[in-house]
C-alpha cells in the first residue's frame, strides 16, 4: 500500500513538538512492520532548507494560484538527506514559507495569514497529484493545516481513502464567513463547510468533513475534545466521524537509559537505583546545582506555556526550591511572560534551578536519566510523549488526568500494584504542590520506589503498538473503497 503522509513538521530537521517526531516515526514504523510505502510532504521552509544545508532537487513545477488575494507558484522537491525509506517532498513556494520559524516569527507571535498559507498548502498537494502522475492508496492528514489538502483531495479524489489525525484541536484554523471566498477551496467542499458553520468555519472542520476515518492520539483525548465540542459544528462532525483514539509511541533506541556513547551513565530496570544516582551526580555537576544525590531531583523537557500548565508548574514549585527541597532542571522554549518568572526563580534558587531554553539533546538524555519525578499539570495534553519517555528511564510523572495523561499514568499511591506515577486532582498551583509534596513523602518508601522505578521500564510504549492499530485503521479504510 503506497501511502502520502501530509504534514506541516518533519524531525529532526523541521519540528517543534509531537507533530515533528510523530511524521518521523509512524510512517517508518508502518512501512518496516506493515509491508507499507510512506512518502511524506510538507512545505519547503526556505531558511531552514538553507540553514541546515540540506540538499534538494526540484521534480515539479506548479502553475500559479491566487490565494487571499495572492498570486503565486510554487515547486516541489524532493528532500535527499533524510534517513527515511520513502521521499520527502517538498512544496517550495518563497512568498508564503521563507520566514524565521514555522508558525511564529522572532518574537513568538502566530503568523496572521496562517490560515492562506495552509490553503495554498492544500491546493498544491491536490494539484501536485492530480497533474503530476502521483498515485497513492491513502492520504494520511494531520491537524487544520491539512484540512484545505483533504478538501481538495476529496474533490480531485471522490474515492482517495482519506485520514485525519488531529493532534491538538485547540488549534483550528478559524476562518471568517468570508475567507470561504478567498481561500480556493473547491466549490462543494466550501458549501459544506458554509452549511455546517455559516458564521464561523475552520479548516479543521474541513478535514473533519472531507476525511473518511478520524485518529485522535489518546482515547482519552478523543472523549474531550467531542466533549469540549458538542454543540458546534467541529462536535457534530466529529460526533459523526466517530474519532479513534491511539497512543503515540517513543522511539526506544533514541531514548534508551543503557544506550553507550551517550554523557549518561548506562542503566536498567535492574540496576535503576544506581543509575540514577550517578546520573543525578553529573547533572549537579554539569548543570552547576548543589551537588547532593539525596535532594530529589525533578526534570522537565517541554515547551513553557499556560496549555502546559507552566504557570502552575512555577508558581507550586518555588518555596520547594527556595527552601532546597528539590531541584529542577527545565528544558524547552518559554512563552515571555514565563521567561520572567522563571528568570525571577532562579535568582532566589540559583543552585537549585537550572534553566536551558532551547531543546539540547545530550541535556535531554542526562536529565530524563536523572530524575526522581517529572512533573506535568497541563490544561491540554491530547497524548504527551514525555511522560512515556520518562518511563523509560524510570522516572515517575505527575501529571493531571487529562487527555493522553488519563491513559498513560495509573495513580500508584491507589493503584500500588501497577501504578507509576501521581495524579494531580486540581488545576491549581496549591494542588500541584501537595501532589509533588505526597510523592516527595512516597519515595520515602526505598523499596516500593524501586519496584515502581522497574515496573514502569518495561512498560511497551513503542512506535511498533502504534503502528499495528494505524495498520488497523488503513485496512479498514483501503477495504471499504475496494
Not at 199 to 214: F, K, Q
Request: hydrophobic residues 40%; charged residues 20%.
Amino acid at each position: 500500500m503506497k501511502c502520502l503522509y501530509v504534514t506541516q513538521e518533519y524531525a529532526p530537521f523541521f519540528a517543534e513538538g509531537g507533530l515533528g517526531l510523530t511524521s518521523a516515526a509512524l510512517p517508518a514504523a508502518l512501512d518496516t512492520l506493515h509491508g507499507t510505502h510512506h512518502d511524506l510532504v510538507l512545505p519547503y521552509y526556505t531558511r531552514l532548507v538553507d540553514g541546515a544545508g540540506l540538499r534538494t532537487e526540484q521534480v515539479f513545477a506548479l502553475p500559479e494560484r491566487q490565494i487571499a488575494g495572492h498570486r503565486s507558484a510554487a515547486t516541489v522537491h524532493r528532500l535527499l538527506d533524510h534517513p527515511h525509506s520513502g521521499d520527502v517532498f517538498l512544496l517550495r513556494a518563497d512568498s508564503w514559507y521563507d520566514r524565521a520559524g514555522l508558525y511564529r516569527d522572532e518574537q513568538y507571535r502566530p503568523f496572521a495569514d496562517e490560515a492562506a498559507r495552509a490553503a495554498f498548502f492544500g491546493w498544491c498537494v491536490a494539484e501536485w497529484l492530480a497533474v503530476g502522475g502521483r498515485s497513492y492508496s491513502l492520504v494520511h492528514g494531520n491537524d487544520w493545516q491539512s484540512g484545505a489538502a483533504l478538501a481538495h483531495l476529496r474533490d480531485r479524489f471522490p474515492s482517495l481513502p482519506l485520514l485525519l489525525t488531529i493532534h491538538n484541536g485547540l488549534y483550528s484554523g478559524a476562518l471568517d464567513a468570508d475567507d470561504l471566498l478567498t481561500l480556493g477551496l473547491p466549490a462543494r467542499q466550501a458549501g459544506l463547510l458554509r452549511r455546517h458553520a455559516p458564521e464561523r468555519p475552520s479548516l479543521l472542520l474541513a478535514g473533519v468533513l472531507a476525511a473518511d476515518a478520524v485518529v485522535t492520539c489518546s482515547r482519552g483525548y478523543a472523549r474531550e475534545l467531542l466533549d469540549e465540542t458538542r454543540g458546534t459544528p467541529l462536535g457534530t462532525a466529529l460526533d459523526r466521524a466517530r474519532p479513534t483514539g491511539i497512543v503515540f509511541g517513543v522511539d526506544e533506541e533514541l531514548w534508551h537509559p543503557g544506550a553507550l556513547g551517550r554523557p549518561t551513565y548506562p542503566f536498567d530496570a535492574a540496576t535503576v537505583d544506581a543509575g540514577k544516582r550517578v546520573n543525578k551526580q553529573a547533572v549537579q555537576k554539569r548543570l552547576c546545582l548543589t551537588e547532593d544525590d539525596s535532594v530529589p531531583l525533578i526534570g522537565i523537557c517541554s515547551r513553557v506555556v499556560p496549555e502546559k500548565g507552566s504557570d502552575l508548574l512555577l508558581e507550586a514549585l518555588a518555596p520547594l526550591l527556595v527552601r532546597g527541597s528539590v531541584q529542577l532542571v527545565l528544558m524547552g522554549p518559554a512563552e515571555r511572560g514565563l521567561q520572567t518568572a522563571i528568570h525571577r526563580l532562579a535568582e532566589q534558587a540559583p543552585t537549585q534551578l537550572v534553566y536551558v531554553p532551547h531543546f539540547d539533546q545530550d541535556i535531554a538524555w542526562l536529565t530524563y536519566a536523572a530524575a526522581d519525578l517529572t512533573v506535568m499539570p497541563s490544561r491540554v495534553e491530547p497524548c504527551g510523549l514525555n511522560q512515556l519517555i520518562a518511563y523509560r528511564y524510570g522516572t515517575l510523572p505527575v501529571v493531571t488526568p487529562v487527555g493522553g495523561l488519563r491513559d498513560t499514568v495509573t495513580d500508584v499511591r491507589t493503584d500500588p500494584a501497577t501504578g507509576g506515577g501521581f495524579l494531580i486532582p486540581e488545576h491549581t498551583a496549591q494542588s500541584v504542590r501537595a501532589t509533588v509534596l505526597d510523592a516527595l513523602d512516597w519515595m520515602k518508601c526505598p523499596g516500593e520506589l524501586t519496584k515502581a522505578r522497574r515496573r514502569v521500564m518495561v512498560q511497551d510504549w513503542s512506535w511498533a503498538m502504534t503502528a499495528g492499530e494505524y495498520a488497523g485503521v488503513h485496512a479498514r479504510l483501503t477495504e471499504r473503497a475496494a
